[in-house]
């Protein structure tokens, strides 16, 4: 055995403590990933950090369902689940000593949290674990790091100039060169994946928001024989977008649609009929949600020699703020703005 998973993110209890979200996260977990495990002999765990959602609150639906089909599971299959406490798992976001990790899962013995900067061992390679870094442990982290001698890290870090979601980047944290002695530094905290310099950024494994539409999610896997590390691509989705245009041909209806959000973007829709017998076969398969956008335009009666091209969300707000004129900085402007963005799609089912 010389091979072990590491998963970003998990946010337990997220969207407001969402049944469908919750369902959807277990499944992964069921369907997905222990499979991958028990297929390929891979018993342990290391998690990034946000294993929890909430700071102040916990929903005991939820936490029954986690408790059942996550955590007495990797306990009862023998496997060994290494946490890194993130800032969502914080009572406050300057301090590590109250967090939710401790509080619900101490009595598992096959779990090991780590609230404080340390050396551990994955079958004889040593990887310096760094939770999320305050104000009240900067100082112990810094020198950790500089007596280290490991030649892996893996924390849940905010470093500049990476993805926080698929084409939002963030700007402040801390600079990469800080941790450039490091081969390799492994880090939760943004929800996209993404790889500089030394540093790679699991992102989360599955969906969870309509930000993480059409992103690659997953697992990595990490061989401490080789010091390679490989990424297994997640099957299932949670959101679909459809378009449906009748000019060119009725679409087909999505396939494996029950619990997931579908977003029918409508171009042009000539025969109420059809699109009737269109929705109504989406909403036979049960959805959790359906949005239809109705963005119909007779583009006979339009004069323009440039295609017109349809913009998600981010990118609208990203050309609106270039098009204002304004003496504030515009990129701090879009990051403010996408961020409030994604804030709110995290409380909308």
């Known amino acids: 055995m010389s091979e072990f998973v590491i998963l970003g993110d998990l946010h337990l209890g997220a969207r407001n403590a969402s049944p469908v979200l919750c369902d959807y996260q277990l499944k992964y977990f069921e369907d997905e990933l222990f499979p991958y495990?028990?297929?390929?002999?891979?018993?342990?765990?290391?998690?990034?950090?946000?294993?929890?959602?909430?700071?102040?609150?916990?929903?005991h639906i939820i936490l029954k369902q986690w408790k059942d089909r996550f955590f007495d599971v990797?306990?009862?299959?023998?496997?060994?689940?290494?946490?890194?406490?993130?800032?969502?798992?914080?009572?406050?976001?300057?301090?590590?000593?109250?967090?939710?990790?401790?509080?619900?899962?101490?009595?598992?013995?096959?779990?090991?949290?780590?609230?404080?900067?340390?050396?551990?061992?994955f079958f004889g390679v040593n990887f310096l674990l760094v939770p999320w870094v305050c104000l009240e442990n900067q100082v112990q982290v810094k020198e950790i790091i500089d007596n280290s001698d490991s030649l892996f890290c893996a924390g849940h870090f905010e470093f500049d100039?990476?993805?926080?979601?698929?084409?939002?980047?963030?700007?402040?944290?801390?600079?990469?060169?800080?941790y450039d002695k490091f081969d390799l530094v492994l880090s939760g905290h943004y929800h996209t994946r993404s790889k500089k310099y030394n540093i790679l950024y699991t992102g989360v494994p599955y969906e969870m928001t309509w930000a993480d539409f059409n992103d690659q999610k997953g697992f990595h896997v990490f061989?401490?024989?080789?010091?390679?590390?490989?990424?297994?691509?997640?099957?299932?989705?949670?959101?679909?977008?459809?378009?449906?245009?009748?000019?060119?041909?009725?679409?087909?209806?999505?396939?494996?649609?029950?619990?997931?959000?579908?977003?029918?973007v409508v171009i042009n829709k000539t025969n109420p009929y059809e699109f009737e017998k269109f929705i109504n076969g989406i909403m036979l398969q049960m959805p959790a949600d359906l949005k239809i956008t109705d963005i119909e335009v007779d583009f006979d009666d339009i004069d323009v020699e440039d295609e017109l091209e349809l913009d998600d969300t981010k990118t609208l707000i990203g050309k609106f703020i270039e098009q204002v004129e304004t003496d504030l900085d515009k990129d701090k402007l879009k990051d403010i703005m996408q961020s409030l963005y994604l804030s709110a799609l995290e409380v909308t089912d």
């Not at 390929?40 to 609150?57: E, P, V």
């Not at 798992?89 to 609230?115: G, R």
């Not at 100039?161 to 800080?178: D, I, L, N, S, Y």
């Not at 080789?226 to 245009?245: A, C, D, G, M, P």
């Open 74 to 121: 990797l306990e009862s299959k023998g496997y060994t689940l290494v946490t890194l406490l993130g800032n969502h798992d914080l009572a406050t976001k300057n301090s590590l000593s109250i967090n939710t990790p401790e509080l619900f899962l101490s009595d598992y013995s096959n779990i090991t949290i780590v609230n404080s900067p340390k050396e551990y061992a």
């Open 37 to 59: 495990m028990e297929k390929h002999k891979i018993s342990t765990i290391l998690q990034l950090g946000d294993l929890f959602d909430s700071r102040k609150f916990s929903n």
């Open 161 to 178: 100039g990476f993805e926080m979601q698929k084409g939002v980047a963030a700007h402040g944290g801390v600079a990469p060169k800080e």
């Open 223 to 264: 061989n401490t024989k080789t010091h390679k590390i490989s990424f297994v691509k997640t099957k299932k989705t949670l959101f679909q977008r459809v378009e449906y245009n009748d000019k060119v041909s009725v679409p087909s209806i999505p396939s494996n649609v029950i619990g997931t959000y579908i977003k029918v």
